[in-house]
């Protein structure tokens, strides 16, 4: 800190100069160690888990359970093992899957109302059809995972896909390729 010649030093002003500094110090540093744990947890969290039963090699269809037992789905929380995640995506047994054949509106960032209710609509909806019983996943195409790491695969039962379903009901559209706005 300078001062003018013949101006006394006032430690007041260099006390709370010096108190300001640590403090940016102290938040920049929490800020820091708050990034990093919440980066570790949300990794954590969605970490691709690899499980042999979900490779597809040779593109037939693949039962993932018997008729006996289905395991059960709910809406996503903080631990994700077998839940959905929203109208197109869901968590089996620690693995996470796009479904590849349909689209569904967005509830995690929609660009309105309309958006987030009909994808909330799709949500729930899934979860009902995925508890109603035994069904197959099957690869579609020649890419087995997206960008982000989900399994890319048409849901079945008794050869009908789960997705057409969510078509027919106004919840969801057919994958085109790319995302198309719902507002």
């Known amino acids: 800190m300078s001062e003018?010649?013949?101006?006394?030093f006032d430690f007041r002003k260099a006390l709370k100069a010096q108190k300001r500094r640590k403090l940016r110090k102290e938040i920049a540093l929490g800020l820091g160690a708050f990034a990093i744990v919440f980066a570790?947890?949300?990794?954590?969290?969605?970490?691709?888990?690899?499980?042999?039963?979900?490779?597809?090699?040779?593109?037939?269809?693949?039962?993932?359970?018997?008729?006996?037992?289905s395991p059960?789905?709910?809406?996503?929380?903080?631990?994700?093992r077998t839940?959905?995640?929203?109208g197109d995506t869901f968590w089996l047994d620690g693995v996470k899957i796009r479904i590849a054949d349909i689209d569904t509106p967005?509830?995690?960032?929609?660009?309105?109302?309309?958006?987030?209710?009909?994808?909330?609509r799709a949500t729930h909806r899934l979860v009902d059809l995925l508890n109603g019983g035994p069904f197959e996943l099957r690869t579609i195409g020649s890419r087995?995972?997206?960008?982000?790491?989900?399994?890319?695969?048409?849901?079945?039962?008794?050869?009908?896909?789960?997705?057409?379903?969510?078509?027919?009901?106004?919840?969801?559209?057919?994958?085109?390729?790319?995302r198309e706005p719902w507002c």
Not at 72 to 80: A, E, L, M, Y
Not at 83 to 86: F, P, Y
Request: net charge negative.
């Open 4 to 8: 003018t010649p013949g101006e006394p």
């Open 40 to 69: 570790g947890g949300m990794l954590a969290l969605n970490w691709p888990v690899h499980d042999a039963s979900l490779a597809n090699d040779d593109q037939q269809p693949q039962a993932l359970f018997q008729q006996a037992s």
């Open 72 to 80: 059960q789905f709910d809406i996503c929380g903080s631990i994700r």
């Open 83 to 86: 839940c959905v995640v929203d």
């Open 106 to 120: 967005e509830i995690s960032e929609p660009r309105c109302d309309y958006e987030y209710q009909l994808g909330m």
């Open 144 to 178: 087995d995972e997206d960008q982000y790491g989900r399994k890319l695969r048409v849901v079945t039962r008794g050869g009908r896909s789960l997705g057409d379903q969510l078509v027919s009901e106004g919840l969801a559209r057919t994958w085109t390729g790319r």
